[in-house]
């Protein structure tokens, strides 16, 4: 089933690209210290500089759901 991102944002999820072609953000692996990201939320977007990640597997993700 196809999800609108748009419905997901304004769920309170926000939508992470980076460079210049704007590419997304899928996973903690795809980008690395000191890199510049778009974050865009329901009513904007936040501009960020990465300073560390870790990566947990899926279904450890507690979403508090």
Do not use: F
Not at 26 to 34: I, L, S
């Amino acid at each position: 089933e196809a999800q609108n991102p748009q419905a997901e944002i304004r769920g309170g999820y926000a939508m992470g690209t980076k460079g210049k072609k704007g590419a997304v953000v899928k996973n903690a692996g795809d980008v690395h210290p000191g890199e510049k990201l778009s974050l865009r939320v329901a009513e904007g977007t936040i501009e960020a500089t990465v300073k560390n990640t870790s990566h947990e597997p899926q279904t450890q993700l507690d979403l508090g759901m």
